[in-house]
């Protein structure tokens, strides 16, 4: 069963930039379809982003289209989501997710493995 830890989450102000990192264990990174979802207070979680097993096709929400993007270290075990340009509506616990089948799944329920999450907090 792959395991997802999380770093990088952190206070921001408005227009900077910030990268998560999540590294996985205990099952084969590059066999797993990744995503990176997002929850802000009071909201449901929603899709970030994915990328296919070998990091060449990505998928974006569209709230984060141009700003944000995903990719992999497969030699590391590694996901990456450099955000850009970032909002103060951008402020949510980001999750990183993995699955075996698709990248086209838009719902964390889909992505049957997932991260414990980390904050990231835009503000002035």
């Known amino acids: 069963q792959l395991q997802l830890v999380e770093s990088g989450g952190d206070l921001v102000q408005p227009g900077t930039s910030l990268r998560l990192s999540c590294t996985a264990s205990?099952?084969?990174?590059?066999?797993?379809?990744m995503g990176w979802f997002r929850q802000a207070p009071g909201k449901e979680r929603t899709f970030v982003a994915s990328i296919s097993r070998n990091g060449v096709t990505v998928r974006y929400g569209d709230s984060v289209k141009g700003r944000f993007t995903v990719s992999r270290d497969n030699a590391k075990n590694t996901l990456y989501l450099q955000m850009n340009n970032l909002a103060p509506e951008d402020t949510a616990v980001y999750y990183c997710?993995?699955?075996?089948?698709?990248?086209?799944?838009?719902?964390?329920?889909?992505?049957?493995?997932g991260s414990q999450g980390t904050q990231v907090t835009v503000s002035s």
């Open positions: 205990g099952d084969t990174f590059v066999n797993y379809f």
């Open positions: 997710a993995g699955n075996r089948q698709s990248m086209y799944f838009s719902a964390f329920e889909d992505f049957h493995v």
